[in-house]
């Protein structure tokens, strides 16, 4: 059974850091490309960045550009999403699934897998 598990969330105040993880069990991430997407209160879910299989990462949201990274260990089946200056505007669950990587525009009906999220809040 595929499963992908968001984790690392949580209550973090402005200008503070965290980092997601999206580990993956019953399937192998190596060779493919994994994006981050986000949902806020109220909001329609939105693609944040991804990465690809050879470790280019491409950005969807420019509003996260200079501050948020994301990265791939295959070894250990995880890509991680590093959030830094985090801002109130941040504050959403964070999803991560399977899909392809390369250009700035996406389509969520080209994601798989996605998991259960994790909730990261930036609230003083």
């Known amino acids: 059974q595929v499963q992908f598990v968001e984790s690392g969330g949580g209550l973090v105040q402005p200008g503070g850091s965290l980092r997601l993880s999206c580990a993956a069990s019953?399937?192998?991430?190596?060779?493919?490309?994994i994006g981050w997407f986000r949902q806020a209160p109220g909001k329609e879910r939105e693609g944040v960045l991804c990465?690809?299989?050879?470790?280019?990462?491409?950005y969807f949201a420019d509003s996260v550009k200079g501050r948020f990274t994301i990265s791939r260990d295959d070894f250990k089946n995880t890509v991680y999403l590093q959030m830094n200056s985090l801002k109130p505007e941040d504050t959403a669950v964070y999803y991560c699934?399977?899909?392809?990587?390369?250009?700035?525009?996406?389509?969520?009906?080209?994601?798989?897998?996605w998991g259960q999220g994790t909730q990261v809040t930036v609230s003083s």
């Open positions: 990465i690809s299989s050879s470790g280019v990462s491409t």
């Open positions: 019953g399937f192998t991430l190596d060779g493919y490309g």
């Open positions: 699934a399977v899909g392809p990587c390369g250009y700035p525009d996406y389509d969520e009906l080209e994601y798989d897998y």
